[in-house]
């Protein structure tokens, strides 16, 4: 498949590397190529700079959000919650109409310190606002609730027994998401519904950051028991 | 040990007849005992009218809230969130001083229609509220995250292979809380912190009612794997 991922962040990068190597076209996209290409420090997550990231997947282009979302079959958007929208408003609504729109984000506020806040929640959510933003795109809200080293391959955890959720209004896409993250190494996957239960997973946000504390890792994932 | 529960609905009953079953000395609680004993039809919930229940179960007896409380050595929180700050004040700050006070409740407000919002969070909990007005009990936020029937009893479901947390600000009170849930099944004990990490375990409820709604039953629980 043909997957542009947006946000060259931790969470993107991690998943068009992962993406690539089981076997996808994969484009990796930014705001501006130009100055993506210029950084030389680490990025704020202390990680390398993205032209040396770059240099080690040669399998992996980079693209600017429009040309990338335009060449897609499925786009992923791995922005920063506060930027996604307008990420994806660069991406263009004409080059996402009728895909699968894969949203991973989170409603993130940093603003007033460490543990962050939702910017919206119980009453919306960061994929419906997506959605409704972009009515032609097919958002699958997916992925969220787990670091994006579990995200990419959740078998070095436990042998990928652990849960992950899908959310959104089209059951085509959600099948099409349910295959990709199979591909990943997902063994479980909840269809919670449409995507108003993407409030569900993005309130989770609050637990996930306090667990993360507790066991002094982001290596965990959840299991639904039942 | 002598534990006194507050609320007489499926929480209450449910853990107060587990408790005993396990061998706890076990008062269940409600704010006036003529009007619960007066009770003919059927809960709000459905359940059985509570003095047919209290007949099923010889091993309890009911007083009020401030008997129960005075007479107990560890308190439990099983009423309606929003009703929980008014029954903990009739069980008497006195009574509660010293001791260890369970929460188990959640902030859940139905007043706009199902799923229910919650009525405080984010910037605040119910635990902490708790914590707030009866400064000298030692809150422990606890069980919050499953229904009654896997909280009382957790080995019906994987043999008790799944995550209970709890939250508070005082390590013995904590030590004490794990040791019994320890008493009913409970396995994985994860500590998150103090009483402000209960805002984590209450936030996670909006998922909650979604998984319930997926999986069409609310016997299931998540386990944290790591």
Same mark, same amino acid.
């Given at each position: 498949?043909?997957? +542009?991922?947006?946000?060259?962040?931790?969470?993107?990068?991690?998943?068009? +590397?992962?993406? +690539?190597?089981?076997?996808?076209?994969?484009?990796?996209? !930014?705001?501006?190529?130009? +100055?993506?290409? &210029?950084?030389?420090?680490?990025?704020?997550?202390?990680?390398?700079?993205?032209?040396?990231?770059?240099?080690?997947?040669?399998?992996?282009?980079?693209?600017?959000? !429009?040309?990338?979302? &335009?060449?897609?079959?499925?786009?992923?958007n791995a922005t920063n919650g506060a930027a996604s929208l307008s990420a994806l408003a660069q991406a263009g609504a004409g080059n996402l109409a009728g895909k699968v729109l894969v949203d991973v984000s989170n409603p993130l506020d940093f603003s007033g310190g460490m543990p962050p806040t939702l910017f919206t929640k119980e009453t919306d959510s960061l994929g419906e606002q997506i959605q409704r933003a972009f009515p032609a795109a097919k958002v699958v809200k997916t992925l969220n609730t787990m670091t994006a080293a579990v995200q990419a391959d959740p078998g070095q955890l436990a042998g990928g027994d652990h849960t992950v959720f899908v959310s959104g209004d089209d059951p085509g896409a959600k099948a099409v998401v349910t295959d990709l993250l199979t591909s990943l190494g997902h063994t479980d996957v909840i269809?919670?519904?449409?995507? !108003? !239960?993407?409030?569900?997973?993005?309130m989770y946000l609050p637990l996930w950051l306090r667990v993360w504390g507790a066991l002094g890792t982001p290596i965990f994932n959840i299991k639904v028991v039942r």
């Open positions: 498949m043909r997957i +542009a991922v947006l946000g060259t962040g931790p969470v993107g990068r991690t998943l068009a +590397a992962r993406f +690539a190597a089981v076997g996808h076209q994969v484009v990796i996209d !930014t705001r501006d190529v130009a +100055a993506t290409l &210029a950084q030389t420090g680490p990025d704020a997550w202390g990680d390398s700079p993205f032209p040396v990231w770059l240099d080690e997947h040669p399998d992996l282009e980079l693209h600017d959000f !429009t040309n990338a979302a &335009a060449a897609a079959e499925l786009i992923v269809d919670l519904g449409d995507i !108003t !239960t993407a409030r569900g997973v993005e």
